[in-house]
């Protein structure tokens, strides 16, 4: 993990309180695995907290790379207002990534997202295509009019779509989507990123299946293992003394690492 005065490129909306920015700087060479994020700072002296944004796209061709956010609080409405040319302090690389090394060509992984948490799944369902992995994909939003990315999810592969309130797609959550899919699907591996509730219920659909990949959204300070604002609790843990930090052991961990 590193820090630098990174470049913004671009930033465009892409629905409402939905933004996408592109950064440049030496940090990209550390950035390769998908599920990753970046620590930054608000340029505002009374904003002391970073926000970590995981990656959404890594080019290392271009030196480039993209986030995705949603306007929340005051910290994500200043990058908000920021163009091309301005300038963050970032960290990172930070996180352990998608485990993209457990499959193999041929092989079919479920790449699952929801809301905010849809951006990392788009680098990591192209490095496993890359790797010759089939990709499914399965996007939730609240409705059409926050819905962002479709066709950049449909060039890569079999893309399903729901929506809270059935503007687009099927209506209800995507364990909608998933339970009609494994009715003739198997995985290989399941990944996904988005609210506790929809990462609870994969791993009820699939209690027997190793590969269930999850990130976790926490809150977080540091960003670094050292203050425990994002921890989680492990299984089996009679105590109940024992916990995982995600940002610094995660923010991904398989199913059967984690209490949901
Ligand atoms: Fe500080 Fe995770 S945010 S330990």
Known sequence: MKQEIMT??????????????TLTGEL??????????IHIKVPRADLLLRRPISLNQIDQSAQTCTIIYRVEGDGTKEFSLMSAGDRLDVMGPLGNGFDVDCLKAGQ???VVGG????????????????????VVHFLGYASKEV?????????????????????FGVAGNVGNLILEAIKTETPDAVYACGAN???????QVFPDQPN????LEQ?????MGACYACVCHVPDDETGTKSVKVCDEGPIFRASEVVL
Do not use: H
């Open 115 to 134: 809301g905010i948490g849809i951006p990392p799944m788009y680098e990591l369902s192209k490095q496993l295509q890359q790797r010759g992995i089939e």
């Open 147 to 167: 819905a962002y990315f479709q066709n950049e999810f449909i060039e890569l592969g079999d893309t399903r779509f729901a929506t809270d309130d059935g503007s």
């Open 197 to 203: 509730g929809m990462l609870k219920m994969i791993a």
């Open 219 to 223: 809150r977080m300070a540091c960003g």
């Open 212 to 215: 269930v990949f999850l990130s």
């Open 108 to 110: 079919k992984a479920f």
């Open 28 to 37: 990209v060479k550390e950035m390769k695995k998908p599920g990753q994020f």
């Open 8 to 21: 913004i490129v671009s930033q465009q909306q892409l629905a409402p309180r939905i933004f996408q920015m």
